[in-house]
C-alpha cells in the first residue's frame, strides 16, 4: 500500500500536478470543431504529443491522464506511454465509460463502468497505467442533486477505487459537482460537502486505503449563471472550509478540475487556495481545459508549429505549477 501513497506523493508534489488530456473521442471532437479543425486519431494524437514531448513536462506534470484511444497509440514508433514516462511524469487512464440517464431520476446522471473493469485494469498496467480516474457528475437546482445520485455516484466511485488499488494503481476520485446554473457559492459549498462526505463513506465501506487514493473534486464557486462575484481570496477560504470538513486527514493530495474557469482563474484561485492552505492535504491540479485551452487553439492554426504550441502550453503548466506552491502572480501571469 505505502507504493500507492508513493505513487500519488509522485504526481502531486512539489508544484506538480496533473494534464487531464483524457478527453473521450465524441468530447475531443467537439473541442477541435469548436477551433476550427477537423478530428481524426492522427490529429488528436498529433496535438497530445505535442503537449506529452513539452520542455514543462519535467518541471511541472506528475501524471498526465490519457483515453483508451491514447494509451494504445505510439508516435514515431514510441509508445505514447514511454514518451510520458520519460519526460518524468506516470501515464494514467479514463476507466469510466461515461455518464448515462440515472433510471428514476432522468435529469441526472450515473457513471458506468464497473462490469469486466478488473480485466480492463490489469490490461491498461500492463500497458504502463499507474493512476487511473473516474469521474461521477452532479448538478446543483432546487431539487438537485438527489440522495439517490449521491449514493449511487459514491458507490460506482468507490467500488471502481477498491478495483484499481487491487490493480496496483492509484485511484483519483473525481466528484464534480458542475458550475452550471445559477446557485450561490453557498449552495455549491454544502452540495460539494454532502457529495465528497458521501463519498467517503462509501470508500470507507469498500475498504479503500486512503493514502493511496487522489481526490478530484471542484473549487467552490457560485453557478456559472448566477451574478454572484467572488474574490479569490473568498473563493479559496470556501474551498478550504469546504475540504477540511469532509475530507479524511489521511488522504494525501487533493487535484482540481478547472471545471470551466479560464486558464488564469484556474491558476489564481489554485494559488490563493496555496497560500491559505493550512491543511495536510497537497493542493495542485487536474486540469483539463484550463492548461489545454490557448494551446489548441493555436495548434488549429499552425498545425506544424510544434514550438508555438509548446511554449503556450509550457507557460500554462509553468502558471499552474507556481499556483500548486502559492507562488504564483499577475505579473509573472502576464509575462
Ligand atoms: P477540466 O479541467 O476541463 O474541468 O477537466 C478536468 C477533467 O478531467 C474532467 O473530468
Known amino acids: 500500500m505505502s507504493e500507492l501513497n508513493n505513487i500519488a506523493l509522485k504526481i502531486t508534489s512539489n508544484g506538480k500536478g496533473i494534464l487531464a488530456a483524457d ?3 465524441a468530447t475531443m471532437t467537439k473541442r477541435l470543431e469548436s477551433v476550427g479543425t477537423d478530428s481524426s486519431p492522427e490529429k488528436r494524437l498529433k496535438f497530445r504529443h505535442s503537449l506529452f514531448s513539452s520542455g514543462s513536462m519535467k518541471k511541472c506534470i506528475g501524471g498526465v491522464i490519457l483515453y483508451d484511444e491514447t494509451i494504445r497509440q505510439e508516435y514515431n514508433s514510441r509508445k505514447i506511454s514511454e514518451i510520458i514516462s ?46 487511473t480516474k473516474w469521474r461521477g ?11 439517490l445520485a449521491k449514493t449511487s455516484n459514491a458507490h460506482a466511485l468507490a467500488r471502481y477505487s477498491a478495483l484499481a488499488q487491487e490493480s496496483g494503481m492509484v485511484p483519483i476520485v473525481e466528484p464534480e459537482v458542475l458550475m452550471d446554473g445559477d446557485h450561490s457559492a453557498e449552495d455549491c459549498l454544502k452540495i460539494t460537502s454532502e457529495v465528497i462526505k458521501k463519498c467517503f463513506d462509501e470508500l470507507d465501506h469498500n ?42 486527514n489521511e488522504v494525501p493530495s487533493i487535484a482540481f ?24 492535504f497537497l493542493m495542485t491540479f487536474s486540469y483539463g481545459r484550463a492548461l489545454q485551452q490557448s494551446a489548441l487553439k493555436y495548434w488549429a492554426k499552425n498545425q506544424e508549429d510544434i514550438n ?3 511554449k503556450i502550453f509550457n507557460h500554462r503548466a509553468n502558471m499552474c505549477s507556481l499556483a500548486a506552491k502559492g507562488n504564483w502572480t499577475e505579473d509573472i501571469e502576464k509575462k
Open 137 to 147: 457528475v452532479y448538478i446543483i437546482s432546487k431539487e438537485y442533486p438527489s440522495d
Open 308 to 310: 508555438g504550441t509548446q
Open 23 to 25: 478527453e473521450s473521442t
Open 257 to 280: 478540475l478547472s471545471g470551466g474557469q479560464s486558464e488564469e482563474e484556474a491558476a489564481k484561485n489554485l494559488n490563493s487556495i496555496n497560500k491559505l492552505n493550512d491543511s495536510n
Open 86 to 131: 520519460a519526460n518524468g511524469a506516470l501515464p494514467g487512464i479514463k476507466v469510466d465509460t461515461g455518464a448515462k440517464t440515472l433510471a428514476n431520476s432522468s435529469d441526472e446522471k450515473i457513471t458506468e463502468g464497473l462490469d469486466g473493469l478488473r480485466e480492463r485494469l490489469k490490461e491498461y498496467y500492463k500497458l504502463g497505467a499507474r493512476f
Open 207 to 248: 475498504k479503500v486505503d486512503l493514502k493511496g487514493i487522489i481526490l478530484k473534486p471542484n473549487m467552490i464557486l457560485p453557478g456559472s449563471s448566477s451574478n454572484q462575484k467572488l474574490s479569490t481570496q473568498v473563493i479559496a477560504e470556501m474551498t478550504l472550509e469546504c475540504l477540511k470538513k469532509s475530507v479524511p
